[in-house]
């Protein structure tokens, strides 16, 4: 058994409060006084820290707790956006690649980065636990960034040889410059996979489901993980003997019942070494459930991946001066997504799921996965608005006469990008919160980090469908010399047909995940909206 610091979800959600409330009756019988004085031993039944230590709910868990986990995870975030945001600017200015092939490699890496969290996962639910993985996963992400920081410095470093250094030597140090920028760029990847499954499900671990004010907090987390604010959501708890249980809801039970074969054994033994659990069944029950889920969010997935690639070369191209003089950097404009984010998420809390709760009698306003599916919408929306301002910046470019001057700045301002990264985010506070927690809440206990990992692998697909994707199309349209969707001169390109492409994409997947959430039945894991 591991035991990680502070909470375990494995510990937590099997508290026992039968001995100390037993206790409590006790002492007020037999000295009515003792019932004006509080119970000094908190401790949490059956659960320990990393030292296997008892656990005191005074001094550990809930938002205490949680706060510290979302402070490391923006400072992660902050990290990894760093990277990514600036990842195509790097791949097609000091690398040289053109900007088809840059595009794929960013999609390529991000899929990386987003599966490889079920090793993390696996790793950290079978071996080391959550905490140790955090931290090492922390450590080598520290690694992977300096030795990031290292490869560019040496690409200032060999730039300013001139003419007369050694070519091969030239060469031989450029070579090495790009090995260590991919191992470095991949090893940081390869951390995500540690951290990111971990952190999440150990921020909700923090909170006792069992508790009422306690699983009202935790309802909320997965909202304010986006936001970084201590703030609590009204939705309310399920009764707690059902979560002690772990009991499935009656009518998921029924689902998928070829599977109670897996009951018996095959020899007609009785013997429990032959045979699997009535919650080993259920739990499998759970994950084939998630499938249809999972497949159908992939077109979303696509989608999420252009605003770090294409939306950042369309906005290296236009006007980024302001009133001051300072130029704007392209990839900046993605803060905007974080900015609409901060923005709705108390929006969101405060008012939309009040109003909507009173409609629909939901305690969350909507359920999950209506959640997900309007966040769906939303980006749809965004991309048909992308294309319309492209279309507007290729008019511009032609009635100017920049079409073969692709360094030369159009006079249509950056500003015109803002709608289509604030739609994004917007769509995130649904789509991607959603997700997260339909991910978390839908899994066994024991599996929710792999749950986690699961949701983080449909955007690690998705960016491998959009790198597949934009090399047919870049193959397709560039044959017979013509200029590709894609061209390096984005004058002579069409990312707004690309755009219109994946909205038409996004419109079928929209439909099928329709079709999929008529027939899923919640699990009743913890709780369910």
Known sequence: MNYDVL?????????????????????????????????????????????????????????????FIIVV???????????????ITYLTGPLGESTATAAAQVNAWNGAASLLPLLGAFIADSFLGRYRTIILASLVYVLGIGLLALSATLSSISSSGGQNADDIALSSSLQFQVILFFFSLYLVAFAQGGHKPCVQAFGADQFDTQDAEECKAKSSFFNWWYFVRNRKTSYSAIAAEEEARGILATESSK??????????????SKEQGEVCSIREVEEAKAVIRLAPI???????AIVFAQSSTFFTKQGATMDRST??????????????ISLSIVLFIPIYDRIFVPLTRALTGEPAGITLLQRIGSGMVISTISLVIAAVVEMRRLKIAEEHGLIDKPIVVVPMSISWLVPQYALYGLADVFTMVGLQEFFYDQMPNELRSVGLALYLSIFGV????????????ENLTSRDGRDSWFANNLNRAHLDYFYLLLAALSAVGL????????YYIYARWGRTF
């Open 7 to 67: 909470l375990q979800s494995d510990h937590w959600l099997s508290l026992n409060y039968s001995k100390t409330f037993i206790t409590a009756i006790s002492m007020s019988i037999s000295d009515p006084s003792a019932a004006q004085t509080p119970l000094l031993d908190d401790t949490v039944d059956g659960c320990l820290d990393y030292k296997g230590r008892p656990v005191r709910r005074s001094s550990s868990g809930c938002w205490r707790s949680a706060s």
């Open 73 to 87: 995870e923006i400072a992660e975030r902050f990290a990894y956006y760093g990277i990514s945001s600036n990842l």
């Open 255 to 268: 689902q998928f019942k070829f599977l109670n074969k897996a009951l018996l054994a095959p020899d007609g």
């Open 294 to 300: 999972w497949a159908t969010s992939l077109t979303y």
């Open 323 to 336: 009133a001051t003089g300072f130029e704007i950097p392209a990839a900046s404009l993605q803060s905007f």
């Open 462 to 473: 998705g960016s491998f469908l959009s790198s597949f994707l934009i090399s047919a199309i």
């Open 511 to 518: 439909t099928l995940y329709v079709c999929c959430t008529k």
